[in-house]
């Protein structure tokens, strides 16, 4: 049984990592790993956790996905949008962003055993890392050297499926999947705050359909429920809605510095630590 302690812990090192570019799965494995005579509370936590980073992007970006399924002209939107072209522009991004979930499926699930196995294996975490800190590294790098050229829009449906297949690889424990499909999108010529919009808005459908999935393919799940657990159920989501909230805040703020690089340092140190541990032990 999960304590009400490790419920708020968890629940703080996924809001915290979900966002920012370390992985929040390869954090929450290892934390796990840490917590001692820890048990495996379930995948009902997991939705429960997942639901929580989930509310925190719609309440964060409120506004746009108000005005991305609204069907009427915003009176506050930019003066160049004539009557009628915002519908378009949002029905167009929304169909762009269902688009990029086509390869976020395919990959996940076919990806699906091999990423659990993964988790049972601490040092593929610790080499994952060190993938997201390299990805981190050449996003800054690619970011500073091509400002000048990035286009101001949504991601392309090219784009989109790029990202979208990034997303569908980060399913290991490691890969930060915000850090993957924010690189992926400078990589292919999506603006930094753009790319970062854009995954985030896709990782709610991505990553809440994935937990449920989960959730409905384990008849258990629903009979593993301990009603004394519900208070560390209901800490875990309120701590990962809070602290998800204002990891998104930080994400935006480091991506107009163009300091991405300042996460894979992080990465790199406890992907390395990590790798050295497990060597030694």
Same mark, same amino acid.
């Given at each position: ?12 090192? +996924? ?24 048990? +495996?509370?379930? !995948?009902?936590?997991? !939705? ?8 925190? $992007?719609?309440?964060?970006?409120? &506004?746009?996905?108000?005005? %991305? ?12 949008? =004539? *009557?009628?072209?915002? =519908?378009?522009?949002?029905? &167009? ?36 890392? %060190? ?13 500073? =050297?091509? !400002? ?7 991601? /392309? ?9 990034? +997303? ?7 890969? *930060? ?12 010529? $999506? @603006?930094?705050?753009? /790319?970062? @919009?854009? /995954? ?10 994935? *937990?449920?999935? *989960? ?23 309120? /701590?990962?809605? %809070? ?5 998104? @805040? ?6 107009? &510095? ?24």
């Amino acid at each position: 049984m999960i304590k009400w302690w490790q419920g708020l812990a968890l629940g703080v090192i +996924q809001g915290a990592t979900e966002f920012l570019p370390v992985s929040s799965s390869g954090h929450l494995a290892l934390g796990q790993s840490l917590l001692k005579n820890f048990q +495996q509370p379930g !995948l009902l936590f997991d !939705l429960a956790l997942h639901m929580g980073t989930a509310g925190a $992007v719609v309440v964060y970006f409120w &506004r746009d996905i108000w005005v %991305l399924l609204k069907r009427k002209r915003e009176e506050e939107a930019e003066e160049k949008m =004539k *009557s009628g072209e915002l =519908k378009q522009l949002n029905w &167009r991004l929304l169909g762009i962003m269902l688009i990029s979930l086509i390869p976020t499926a395919i990959i996940g699930y076919w990806l699906k055993d091999p990423a659990e196995k993964a988790f049972e294996k601490t040092i593929i975490v610790g080499i994952c890392l %060190l993938i997201t800190a390299l990805i981190l590294f050449l996003a800054d790098y690619i970011a500073k =050297k091509r !400002l000048s050229l990035f286009s101001e829009k949504e991601p /392309s449906i090219t784009q989109a499926l790029l990202i979208g297949i990034a +997303q569908g690889l980060a399913v290991f424990p490691g890969i *930060s999947r915000s850090g993957a499909t924010i690189a992926t999108g400078i990589f292919s010529g $999506v @603006r930094g705050d753009y /790319s970062a @919009r854009f /995954s985030f808005l896709i990782s709610v459908p991505a990553v809440l359909g994935a *937990s449920l999935l *989960s959730v409905l393919e384990e008849h258990n799940a629903f009979l593993e429920f301990q009603a004394q657990e519900l208070i560390s159920y209901l800490l875990g989501m309120a /701590s990962a809605f %809070l602290v998800g909230y204002l990891s998104i @805040r930080l994400v935006f703020e480091t991506i107009k &510095r163009i300091k991405l690089s300042w996460f894979g340092i992080y990465c790199l140190i406890i992907g390395g630590g990590v790798i050295l541990v497990q060597l030694l032990s």
